[in-house]
């Protein structure tokens, strides 16, 4: 497996990706909810704010894909959470390639880059509804962010972070 910086002609594929990982929640969310989910994808691959695109090769094919962002403000337009430090957002893996480490990867690869960016923490939010991401990302070693949790809607959007100096990942 590789991950590298995604480039342009990676779009397409990109895209699939995510579409293919965040489908499953297709049929948890309402139409509308769903709807709007997925124009939020379509818009981040695009977006002017994303700091670094990530993907994740395994035989030449592009499998996962993660999006870093500088802060909160760049992340979700939300300077009120008052996140300085990198987030990552869109972590998706193709159904067809779990169970191969690639989520794994990705983050540790994220995590390095925010090193590099002389980031002390890398955060992230995700939801009850995300069960499988949860425990992962709790096993390498993110913890609750309480204080940078929100409220969309009627579902809560938990916080997470990962400091990155004592960081087990980072030391494999």
Same mark, same amino acid.
Do not use: C, W
């Given at each position: 497996? #590789?991950?590298?910086? $995604?480039?342009?002609?990676?779009?397409?594929?990109? /895209?699939?990706? @995510? !579409?293919?990982?965040?489908?499953?929640y297709e049929?948890?969310?309402?139409?509308?909810r769903w709807a709007q989910y997925k124009d939020s994808i379509l818009q981040a691959i695009d977006s002017a704010t994303?700091?670094?695109?990530?993907?994740?090769?395994?035989?030449?094919?592009?499998v996962g894909s993660v999006?870093?962002?500088?802060?909160?403000? #760049?992340?979700?337009? $939300?300077?009120?959470?008052?996140?300085?430090?990198? /987030?990552?957002? @869109? !972590?998706?893996?193709?159904r067809g390639a779990r169970g191969f480490g690639v989520a794994t990867e990705l983050i540790r690869s994220s995590a390095k880059l925010a090193l590099e960016w002389e980031a002390d923490t890398l955060h992230l939010?995700?939801?009850?509804m995300m069960d499988s991401a949860v425990r992962l990302y709790e096993r390498l070693g993110f913890e609750r962010a309480y204080d940078k949790e929100f409220m969309?809607?009627?579902?809560?959007?938990?916080?997470?972070? @990962?400091?990155?100096?004592?960081?087990?990942l980072l030391q494999a």
């Open positions: 497996m #590789t991950v590298r910086h $995604a480039v342009s002609t990676d779009r397409e594929a990109t /895209i699939g990706v @995510l !579409l293919d990982a965040y489908q499953q049929q948890t969310l309402s139409a509308e994303t700091k670094a695109r990530l993907v994740a090769e395994l035989d030449g094919e592009i999006f870093l962002y500088d802060s909160s403000e #760049t992340a979700y337009g $939300a300077p009120q959470l008052e996140i300085h430090n990198p /987030i990552i957002r @869109l !972590l998706g893996v193709s939010h995700t939801s009850d969309n809607g009627d579902l809560l959007v938990k916080s997470y972070r @990962l400091p990155l100096k004592e960081s087990v």
